[in-house]
């Protein structure tokens, strides 16, 4: 069936520089894309979406880049810091709206002081 | 304002035990989800909530999995005979008029 991954399990990135977490999609037809972060004992708390009629969008602190040509989702953090230390998932859905998320299996981003 | 609440946060049962894990989503979401994550693992759709019916329940394992939402606002998600394969952490997300899903901390399931 159809699924997301991400290419790696685990990023360590040293206090104050930047990260970039990657992710591919399978499903052609996804059309909404979401990045979730999530600390250990607790739910996955909402960062940043995009929608496929958007290629880049801005948050605090965070950019999510879509690129529908190789089906592929990127979560940058500019000047990383210890609290960001979490397991980044990457989600999509389609339909037109957010029901079904389909979740990749995650990322552990660890900063080092 | 209150986010997603589910409560117990933690519940150990035996195996073939009936359990019932509650879900309070944020006032006015219309829409609730219930997922599972296993251990290092995404979290894995089972069930959809619009108001009050199950919009789409194709993600529930088998027919000893079963939610319900009778007023349209608190949810609860029962599992029947449980199996230590049902060991898993069960989250509620809800969500209002932008769709996106916002997650509860989760109920941690046990099953010995």
């Known amino acids: 069936g159809e699924s997301v991954g991400l290419h790696l399990p685990t990023l360590s990135v040293q206090e104050g520089d930047n990260s970039i977490i990657n992710c591919a999609y399978s499903?052609?037809?996804?059309?909404?894309f979401i990045w979730y972060k999530q600390e250990s004992g607790k739910g996955p708390q909402f960062i940043i979406d995009?929608?496929?009629?958007?290629d880049k969008r801005q948050g605090q602190r965070v950019t999510v880049l879509l690129n529908k040509t190789v089906k592929h989702l990127s979560l940058q953090i500019a000047a990383t810091q210890p609290g960001d230390s979490a397991v980044y998932f990457c989600?999509?859905?389609?339909?037109?709206?957010?029901?079904?998320?389909?979740f990749g299996s995650g990322t552990q981003l660890t900063v080092l002081p | 304002g209150a986010g997603v609440s589910q409560t117990p946060s933690n519940k150990v049962t035996e195996k073939g035990k009936y359990v019932e894990l509650r879900c309070d989503p944020i006032?006015?979401?219309?829409?609730l989800y219930w997922y599972r994550q296993s251990l290092g693992q995404g979290p894995e759709f089972l069930i959809y909530?619009?108001?009050?019916?199950?919009?789409?329940d194709s993600g529930l394992p088998n027919d000893r999995f079963f939610a319900v939402r009778p007023e349209g606002s608190v949810s609860t998600l029962k599992i029947q005979r449980t199996e230590r394969g049902d060991s898993a952490v069960y989250l509620c997300?809800?969500?209002?008029?932008?769709?996106?899903?916002?997650f509860g901390p989760g109920t941690r399931l046990t099953v010995l």
């Open positions: 997300a809800s969500s209002g008029q932008t769709d996106t899903q916002y």
């Open positions: 499903n052609s037809a996804s059309d909404y």
């Open positions: 995009i929608r496929s009629n958007m």
């Open positions: 989600a999509e859905t389609f339909g037109g709206s957010a029901r079904q998320l389909t």
């Open positions: 006032s006015g979401h219309t829409a």
């Open positions: 909530f619009q108001g009050t019916g199950a919009a789409d």
